[in-house]
Nanobody, 116 residues
Framework: QVQLVESGGGLVPPGGSLRLSCEAS????????MGWYRQAPGKQREMVAF???????EYADFAKGRFTISRDNTRSTMYLQMNSLTPQDTAVYYC??????????WGQGTQVTVSS
């Protein structure tokens, strides 16, 4: 079992930046996928960025060049640096650790609102 807790969300004006954090209750094995997803009102949850099991990073097209995913060496904390935010980035952001269909963990989410 892994508990994930996101933090760092909030209200930011267009063009602003936020850094989200996801803290895991224990060190995450390197052979799992972990990443960030988001869900806007009335829309399906979508991938933002993640680490593959080989440690490579993947980004959604809307995140490329603006968002950066990172994690600490213990892999117990993951981050999402978001720059040049737009109102379309408004959503609840979730972190996820996926080690198989029976080991799929999500945090409770953190709200990001981009508005002037």
């Amino acid at each position: 079992q892994v508990q994930l807790v996101e933090s760092g969300g909030g209200l930011v004006p267009p063009g602003g930046s936020l850094r989200l954090s996801c803290e895991a209750s224990r060190e995450i094995n390197s052979r799992v996928a972990m990443g960030w997803y988001r869900q806007a009102p009335g829309k399906q949850r979508e991938m933002v960025a993640f680490f593959t099991i080989s440690g490579n990073t993947e980004y959604a097209d809307f995140a490329k060049g603006r968002f950066t995913i990172s994690r600490d060496n213990t892999r117990s904390t993951m981050y999402l640096q978001m720059n040049s935010l737009t109102p379309q980035d408004t959503a609840v952001y979730y972190c996820r650790v996926h080690a198989g269909p029976l080991n799929d963990y999500w945090g409770q989410g953190t709200q990001v609102t981009v508005s002037s």
